[in-house]
């Protein structure tokens, strides 16, 4: 399509409005209210142009530019001295009542605000009188508010509420007087609140985390990296200054994350500066503390050619570390770091999407679903990005309906939602527990996780799956069936949803057989499984022994040197089990970058980097390998895990690491011995990569001080630290253009000083970024293969006297190990000490509410608080999993009444 911008004509696609086309076409027009993906509402009049009828028309029509679609031949002037007037207006106008304190504004230098007042020519303040005042509010620990900056782009609340689905934030009005915030002072509820600092434009919501270590973005050093609190791997951009992390900000990939994260990934960064970090590595008993590197390499060479020794993996360290560990041990000797439940489910998952013929989608894709069944899932809390995604899927059919009837775009977001009401598209939920999208389903069905997967199951026989019909639903329970068989059958494109979270895995078998029947019966379907964390994938694709075996070879004295990679066992199995696998251990060797329980036990301690100071590769649950690079050289002797690997096998003469020194050395050898991984190679440049000759800078051209931080050790300038395993520098100098997607560190470009830059940074507004986004799938589906159903559903839930079924319950704050050392999530963290239960089944066994209860694992006696939670069936109960110090880990498990108030396994 043709337009004509100032007389010159360009080429644009159809469908946009003409603001997002000035800017796809790198012009600057300002702009407050509009955002890519909460659409147009025309609030804050600053994109005006100049529109005219034809080539004919000399006068033409002030409009704003996001509320106006681009049409063929349309002839606009951004130039017209009308326009530009009325945009400098306009921002003096927002500007009456700013208290233009920019020098003691966290967003000062890297503020929307700024850019747009630079770029509307408003460079001095009219306004000589009284301003209008408010007073802020406590918002909880994530976010600062600062409500007198605050210049009515309604941006917040149109995200808050309209887009992820919040209740506590409002706009109130009175006259000339609104305000944004709540009713009341109190931690904002909402587990994607930490958006709000990079959707406003100003500095009324700020990050709270970085001003308590507070530093300029500027002088910030950034990597490009991915987070670690769960398995949907979103792209983030890490900033450190002084050898601490002091932000994680959201990284653009338009088919991960796009422009949000969750609040666990954004504030869930603090382990990496925690006061139990390992810097030195140590020795016991033999030396007292720590012990310089070389030395402790040669001790741990001498104890691995001496002893039989195996290794444990870990689903939270990079491929290349897992990796590097299996090499030094040997295939036979490397046991996956994971739960028993977690390997059964990570392991099911990868079944099915490899032998699949149906798709798992991007989180940019689940967003265009039209219709969606979450099976056994609080994604809310397991995947929390996902949830932000099935609330802009349960849009898409009712947004469909009214571009057609009413010929709306859907980037016309306020009559689109004024048409829509509250119209949502086909949600179905079978969970045990409520969920925060319960709100939206079209239908919830709620029971004992394998009376849920029945009624799964039956819904894959209606599809036309291959399996064994289930014959015993209730009539309530098949009417559900055939609503979700006609709304998935009807669907351009369903969305079935499963995963881990219930420990059921046959949540997971019954979302494959659903997906691939509707595949069989010519749709298209897309398939999600979650995973427990950010590498879980990965391992299980380079593959190992269960966790249990490794306790069985140490226990029956098959090996006696146990090497333990960036892992605390003490959360994969119960601690008893793991107690007891110790005590047979001769020597225990960790690499670790946290002192944990499993620290405590160990007779060798390497430290090891965090994602913050290391190099390595991620896989998602999608399937996507992306990379994460280091932020800043860190303290001490910490290293990379696979580094310490590569060093001891050099000195113990393993040969299968035999001349392996770099990062591109170990993903050379790793997609060597795992075929299947080769993609991992061309998923970010080599090391060697330059622009010009010249490395990509992780600090921008506004960097200062760095002379200033030495300057108490001298006044010389150090020589900056050479990276040779990546083309990034730990300096501001080097090339100062675009660099390759996988490799940007943070966003800029001149005059967009804020991260609404990255519009200069995509091929499309909201779309892929130049080159392709970052990530490269392995798994993608075999269309043509025939599925091998799972045929039979799992037997009707039936409680047995005197027990009950345990079953793991997730937070999204408190279940993930290493978001905990984040003082502002332990203090969200729900109380974890305590066992869910059916009142029925407290007042049957003579519990009271609130008091201890006491059962037996294995003849070890543990306490928890009964609390009853009416949701959950008679004979089930439940715990929050990733408890603190928890000292049960294995669920499922039956727990069997034995007299008035304790209860005790059933083995």
């Not at 027009?29 to 600053?46: D, I, K, M, N, T």
């Not at 500095?203 to 973005?217: A, E, I, M, N, P």
């Not at 345990?806 to 290493?818: A, D, K, Q, R």
């Given at each position: ?526 398939l999600s499984l979650t995973l427990p964390e950010c590498n879980s994938l990965g391992l299980e694709i380079l593959g190992g022994h269960r966790l249990d075996s490794a306790i069985d070879v140490v226990k029956q004295g098959e090996a006696d040197t146990i090497i333990i990679l960036e892992n605390d066992l003490y959360r994969r199995a119960d601690e008893h089990v793991i107690d007891e696998m110790f005590k047979h251990a001769k020597e225990v060797i960790l690499v670790d970058h946290l002192y944990n329980q499993t620290a405590e036990k160990a007779t060798v301690i390497l430290p090891a980097g965090t994602f913050a100071e290391a190099d390595g590769t991620l896989v998602n649950n999608e399937g996507r390998a992306q990379r994460f ?7 001490g002797s910490v290293q990379e895990s696979w580094r310490w690997f590569l060093q001891i096998a050099d000195k113990a003469i393993i040969p299968r690491l035999n001349g392996l020194q770099n990062l591109d050395d170990i993903i050379w050898a790793m997609c060597v011995a795992v075929p299947f991984l080769e993609k991992v190679q061309q998923i970010a440049p080599h090391a060697d990569f330059r622009i010009n000759g010249q490395k990509i800078p992780r600090e921008s051209h506004r960097y200062s001080g760095r002379t200033a931080n030495l300057a108490k050790e001298n006044v010389s300038e150090p020589k900056p630290s050479d990276d040779i395993d990546t083309p990034l520098s730990f300096t501001m100098e080097g090339y100062r253009g ?170």
């Amino acid at each position: 399509m043709n337009i004509y911008i100032d007389n010159k004509k360009y080429e644009i696609k159809e469908g946009k409005n003409l603001l997002e086309a000035c800017l796809q076409l790198g012009l600057n027009l300002p702009y407050f209210c509009w955002h890519p993906a909460l659409g147009s509402v025309g609030a804050c009049r600053q994109c005006a142009i100049k529109l005219y009828k034809d080539e004919d028309d000399t006068k033409g029509r002030l409009v704003m530019g996001c509320m106006e679609p681009v049409r063929e031949n349309v002839r606009i002037s951004l130039e017209d001295s009308d326009a530009k007037g009325f945009r400098e207006q306009v921002i003096g106008w927002l500007m009456t009542n700013h208290p233009h304190d920019c020098a003691v504004c966290d967003e000062g230098g890297s503020c929307h605000l700024q850019d747009m007042t630079v770029m509307a020519g408003h460079n001095y303040r009219d306004y000589r009188f009284t301003k209008r005042t408010y007073n802020n509010q406590d918002l909880g620990p994530f976010l600062n508010h600062e409500m007198n900056r605050c210049i009515q782009c309604y941006r917040c609340v149109r995200y808050y509420k309209d887009y992820a689905g919040g209740k506590d934030l409002d706009v109130f009005a009175a006259h000339n007087h609104v305000y944004f915030g709540r009713c009341g002072d109190g931690k904002l509820e909402s587990e994607f609140s930490g958006n709000l600092a990079e959707v406003c434009p100003t500095g009324v919501f700020t990050d709270k985390t970085l001003q308590s270590h507070y530093t300029r973005k500027w002088d910030l050093t950034y990597a490009p990296s991915i987070c670690q609190g769960c398995s949907l791997g979103c792209n983030v951009s890490a900033g450190e200054r002084y050898g601490t992390l002091r932000q994680i900000a959201n990284r653009y990939n338009g088919e991960v994350n796009g422009y949000f994260l969750c609040d666990r990934g954004r504030y869930g960064y603090e382990f990496v500066n925690s006061q139990q970090r390992i810097y030195e590595p140590a020795i016991r008993p033999h030396s007292n503390g720590t012990v310089n590197k070389e030395h402790i390499i040669e001790v741990v060479a001498e104890k691995i050619k001496k002893g039989k020794v195996i290794g444990i993996g870990s689903p939270r360290a990079s491929l290349e570390s897992n990796f590097a560990l299996k090499q030094l041990v040997g295939t036979d000797n490397f046991y996956l770091g994971m739960s028993d439940s977690d390997h059964d489910h990570t392991g099911l998952a990868l079944k099915i999407l490899k032998e699949g013929p149906v798709r798992t989608p991007s989180l940019h894709e689940m967003e265009q679903a039209d219709a969606v069944l979450i099976l056994g899932e609080d994604i809310t809390n397991t995947a929390p990005l996902m949830a932000l995604a099935v609330r802009q899927a349960a849009r898409q059919q009712p947004i469909h309906d009214t571009e057609q009837q009413l010929h709306l775009a859907p980037w016309q977001d306020a009559p689109m939602r004024e048409a829509i009401q509250d119209k949502k598209g086909p949600l179905f939920i079978l969970n045990t527990f409520p969920t925060k999208l319960d709100e939206l389903a079209t239908a919830i069905h709620r029971g004992a996780p394998d009376n849920l997967a029945r009624i799964a199951f039956a819904l894959a026989a209606k599809l036309g799956a291959d399996i064994t019909p289930v014959s015993d639903l209730h009539e309530d329970e098949k009417e559900l069936v055939t609503r979700m068989a006609d709304a998935l059958m009807a669907a351009k494109s369903s969305l079935i949803i499963a995963g881990y979270g219930s420990g059921c895995d046959h949540f997971m078998k019954a979302a494959a057989n659903i997906s691939w029947a509707l595949q069989q019966q010519g749709r298209t379907p897309m398939l999600s499984l979650t995973l427990p964390e950010c590498n879980s994938l990965g391992l299980e694709i380079l593959g190992g022994h269960r966790l249990d075996s490794a306790i069985d070879v140490v226990k029956q004295g098959e090996a006696d040197t146990i090497i333990i990679l960036e892992n605390d066992l003490y959360r994969r199995a119960d601690e008893h089990v793991i107690d007891e696998m110790f005590k047979h251990a001769k020597e225990v060797i960790l690499v670790d970058h946290l002192y944990n329980q499993t620290a405590e036990k160990a007779t060798v301690i390497l430290p090891a980097g965090t994602f913050a100071e290391a190099d390595g590769t991620l896989v998602n649950n999608e399937g996507r390998a992306q990379r994460f690079f280091q932020v800043f050289v860190p303290k001490g002797s910490v290293q990379e895990s696979w580094r310490w690997f590569l060093q001891i096998a050099d000195k113990a003469i393993i040969p299968r690491l035999n001349g392996l020194q770099n990062l591109d050395d170990i993903i050379w050898a790793m997609c060597v011995a795992v075929p299947f991984l080769e993609k991992v190679q061309q998923i970010a440049p080599h090391a060697d990569f330059r622009i010009n000759g010249q490395k990509i800078p992780r600090e921008s051209h506004r960097y200062s001080g760095r002379t200033a931080n030495l300057a108490k050790e001298n006044v010389s300038e150090p020589k900056p630290s050479d990276d040779i395993d990546t083309p990034l520098s730990f300096t501001m100098e080097g090339y100062r253009g675009e660099p390759p997607a996988p490799l940007i560190p943070y966003f800029w470009s001149p005059g967009w000083n804020s991260v609404q830059s990255v519009n200069k940074y995509q091929t499309e507004i909201g779309g892929h970024l130049h080159g392709g986004d970052p990530g490269l799938r392995l798994l993608e589906p075999h269309v043509n293969g025939k599925p091998h159903y799972f045929r039979e559903a799992p037997d009707h839930f039936v409680p047995i006297p005197g027990h009950v079924q345990v079953m793991p319950m997730y937070n999204i704050f408190g279940s993930e190990e290493l978001s905990m050392y984040t003082k502002g999530i332990a203090q969200s963290s729900q109380d974890f000490f305590c066992m869910y239960m059916n009142p029925e089944d407290m007042h049957q066994w003579g519990v009271s509410p609130g008091i201890w209860v006491s059962f037996d694992v294995d003849h070890h006696t543990y306490q928890m608080v009964a609390v009853p939670n009416h949701w959950l069936p008679r004979g089930i109960a439940a715990l929050n999993a990733g408890l603190p110090k928890s000292k049960i880990i294995d669920l499922p498990q039956c727990i069997r009444l034995c007299g008035s108030e304790s209860l005790h396994i059933a083995r």
